[in-house]
């Protein structure tokens, strides 16, 4: 089953690197998978903050996996706390791939960056890039999985809580 993914990373710095990714196959289209072109993108930058935060949100709908793409500084990006933050409180599953080792429009490569900031009791397992689409839709579909389960012990726990309050 294709997982709904968005794609969190340096849009500035890493595009290219990230299309790759992005281009391997393996989640749902761009249409619903949580990802914009360079021209929204550029639109909704010239609209200020706002903007780029309900581009953000739009995109993050219907999504069950954030794939964050770790290149030199994504980490630093306040745009990738934010899509990171909204990913955790909408409960969905993340996966870091480092991306820096991918080369660019001019044959580049980058250094490797450290990892964002991640709530300790959220499961964020990371790996490099190596074009393995099997592998990628494996780590994808744990990631669905693991969101299903936060949400399912989410839902108990309101439950129990409702129960308790009558």
């Given at each position: 089953?294709?997982?709904?993914?968005?794609?969190?990373?340096?849009?500035?710095?890493?595009?290219?690197?990230?299309?790759?990714?992005?281009?391997?196959?393996?989640?749902?289209?761009?249409?619903?998978?949580?990802?914009?072109?360079?021209?929204?993108?550029?639109?909704?930058?010239?609209?200020?903050?706002?903007?780029?935060?309900?581009?953000?949100?739009?995109?993050?709908?219907?999504?069950?996996?954030?794939?964050?793409?770790?290149?030199?500084?994504?980490?630093?990006?306040?745009?990738?706390?934010?899509?990171?933050?909204?990913?955790?409180?909408?409960?969905?599953?993340?996966?870091?791939?480092?991306?820096?080792?991918?080369?660019?429009?001019?044959?580049?490569?980058s250094?490797?960056?450290?990892?964002?900031?991640?709530?300790?009791n959220?499961?964020?397992?990371?790996?490099?890039?190596?074009?393995?689409a099997?592998?990628?839709?494996?780590?994808?579909?744990?990631?669905?999985?693991?969101?299903?389960?936060?949400?399912?012990?989410?839902?108990?726990?309101?439950?129990?809580?409702?129960?308790?309050?009558?």
């Amino acid at each position: 089953m294709a997982r709904r993914v968005f794609f969190s990373f340096h849009f500035d710095h890493d595009i290219w690197r990230a299309n790759q990714v992005r281009n391997s196959n393996v989640v749902v289209g761009p249409d619903v998978a949580g990802f914009f072109d360079h021209s929204e993108y550029e639109e909704a930058k010239k609209q200020g903050a706002e903007a780029i935060r309900r581009m953000i949100l739009r995109h993050l709908q219907n999504t069950t996996v954030t794939a964050v793409l770790i290149g030199t500084y994504t980490a630093y990006r306040p745009w990738v706390q934010y899509e990171i933050q909204q990913s955790i409180e909408r409960q969905n599953g993340l996966l870091g791939i480092y991306i820096h080792h991918l080369r660019d429009q001019n044959g580049r490569t980058s250094l490797p960056g450290p990892l964002p900031f991640v709530t300790a009791n959220v499961v964020f397992p990371v790996y490099a890039w190596d074009a393995n689409a099997a592998r990628f839709r494996l780590q994808i579909e744990a990631a669905g999985k693991r969101a299903e389960e936060m949400r399912a012990r989410s839902q108990a726990l309101k439950r129990l809580f409702g129960i308790r309050r009558l």
